[in-house]
């Protein structure tokens, strides 16, 4: 029987066998010992990563910081790429913008946080700037269907020719507009509660399942990271629109929920990441399902049981590969602490962002010689919201 006691039964569990004492120590060395590294970061996204458009481009060429060419692109295993992007005649393309919308997105809320510590109207403008190439991106898959936000294959221009999605691309564009959302302008809010609603229908309409990959379909019960954004979307839905009936929809993500409180997959960063920001979403909006904030924690001690007490981080449990992608994790450190004070987890993110200070550091375990670009934002967004919490 799935239901919240045994739900929290599990948590309680979870965490009683895993526990926090390691990471009860002091934080770190001070976060402005940081100020060089995210200069560096800083500089590598506005200079290497964005596009004309605002969108921050994914896995560039660790020896060249531009995307591959046709021919570099034959040193990488063609199955992995074909995996990806089948018989797609520009894989290159394909790519440089896998993940663009989820750089994009934690690029622009890092400014959102950086203008808040500095006031620096130069972080509100780059903040803006990568919002209005996320609404963009929606704008080209409007074009397909309302609500689709398409991984745009090739650029801008190209976005509304692809029929790839993922639930991670738009986990991370709906926390970034969610939090542009209180200082847009009226046309900004508009187009932001528009995308919120039609994405919320689109979902909605294809019973909360959508391909990946043209191999596999993805749901909230087979694929747990995907609650981030089905949770979240359908309750700013209600909100914007003023339809209570959207949140008639979070009864059937209860049985998925109750298992993630168990589910070791979900010690992944980047699902750990999703889930955390979509979470943190849904309860700034007011929901008030108790499991939430309680994932919230089982999800952050999961993950950090893959990160060193000197801040190396590891892919998977077997620990086999070392990835950067701890910063995923770094990232949403305040927000757990902010629920569960005794996790002192800003003082891991702290040692993770020490451990972390290169450009070369963050490579792709999957595809070697590729910048890993949401370590590199991630990296930027836990450092401003580490600077904002010692303001």
């Known amino acids: 029987m799935h239901s919240r006691r045994n739900f929290i039964k599990g948590s309680l569990s979870l965490l009683a066998a895993t526990g926090t004492s390691q990471w009860c120590a002091a934080a770190g060395p001070a976060v402005a010992a940081l100020e060089d590294p995210a200069a560096r970061f800083h500089d590598f996204v506005t200079g290497k990563m964005m596009d004309a458009d605002g969108l921050c481009r994914s896995m560039l060429n660790a020896e060249t910081f531009r995307p591959w060419t046709e021919q570099q692109l034959t040193k990488l295993d063609s199955r992995l790429l074909t995996d990806m992007f089948q018989n797609s005649p520009d894989k290159s393309g394909c790519l440089a913008y896998e993940n663009a919308l989820m750089a994009t997105g934690e690029f622009a809320q890092s400014q959102m946080v950086r203008h808040r510590v500095t006031g620096e109207p130069a972080a509100l403008e780059l903040a803006e700037r990568g919002v209005r190439a996320m609404l963009a991106v929606a704008g080209e898959g409007r074009h397909y269907m309302p609500g689709f936000l398409p991984k745009p294959f090739g650029g801008l221009a190209r976005a509304r020719y692809s029929h790839e ?95 993630s409180a168990t589910d070791e997959k979900l010690a992944n960063f980047n699902m750990t990441s999703l889930l955390i920001d979509g979470f943190d979403v849904a309860i700034k909006e007011g929901c008030d399902d108790p499991r939430l904030p309680e994932l919230i924690k089982s999800l952050w001690i999961r993950a950090i049981k893959n990160i060193d007490p000197d801040g190396t981080s590891y892919e998977g449990e077997n620990r086999r590969n070392v990835t950067p992608e701890g910063t995923r994790a770094a990232a949403c450190a305040t927000m757990v602490e902010k629920l569960h004070p005794a996790t002192q987890a800003t003082a891991l993110a702290a040692k993770v962002l020490h451990r972390y200070t290169q450009i070369q550091q963050m490579v792709h375990y999957r595809i070697p010689g590729a910048i890993f670009e949401v370590s590199v934002t991630s990296w930027l967004l836990a450092y401003w919201r580490l600077r904002e919490k010692a303001k």
């Open 165 to 259: 999605l993922s639930p991670d691309q738009y986990t991370k564009v709906v926390a970034a507009l969610h939090a542009w959302r209180p200082q847009a302008s009226a046309k900004e809010r508009a187009a932001i509660d528009r995308f919120f609603v039609e994405a919320a229908d689109f979902f909605i309409a294809r019973k909360f399942r959508h391909a990946f990959r043209h191999r596999t379909i993805v749901t909230a019960d087979t694929h747990h990271h995907s609650l981030g954004l089905f949770v979240s979307i359908v309750v700013l839905a209600a909100n914007v629109s003023g339809k209570a009936g959207y949140r008639a929809h979070l009864k059937e993500f209860s049985r998925a929920l109750d298992d």
